[in-house]
């Protein structure tokens, strides 16, 4: 297992919700943010969701505004990302990220450790 350790994927129905853990167990201290991406086949890697190292700043893509929850528990080193009304077209790998400079909202490339990502399936 690497620093960022991602779990809680799986396959759910259209309209179903999970929740993903991302096990941060180091480079947490000097972050400025920790975020959401995901990737799915042949398509680029995206940002889903970021939030700001004290956890008062949070953003999120426009296509997952409103369904997604960002949040992280400092005393636990878990970012967490709660999915609620899944769409199949969020079907993708999810992974997370600490970044460690860049401005607001953090950009892919201020991203500098990643986790190896977990599996989330949407079916109509």
């Known amino acids: 297992q690497g620093p960022l350790v991602e779990s809680g994927g799986g396959s759910v129905q259209t309209g179903g919700s999970l929740r993903l853990s991302c096990l941060i167990s180091a480079y947490s201290d000097s972050s400025t943010s920790m975020g959401w991406f995901r990737q799915a086949p042949g398509k680029e890697r995206e940002g889903v969701a970021s939030?700001?190292?004290?956890?008062?700043?949070?953003h999120y893509a426009d296509s997952v505004k409103g369904r997604f929850t960002i949040s992280r528990d400092n005393a636990k080193n878990t970012l967490y990302l709660q999915m609620n009304s899944l769409k199949p077209e969020d079907t993708a790998m999810y992974y997370c990220?600490?970044?460690?400079?860049?401005?607001?909202?953090?950009?892919?490339?201020?991203?500098?450790?990643w986790g190896r990502g977990t599996q989330v399936t949407v079916s109509a």
């Open positions: 939030i700001s190292t004290g956890g008062g700043s949070t």
């Open positions: 990220a600490v970044a460690y400079s860049g401005g607001w909202p953090p950009g892919l490339t201020d991203f500098s450790y």
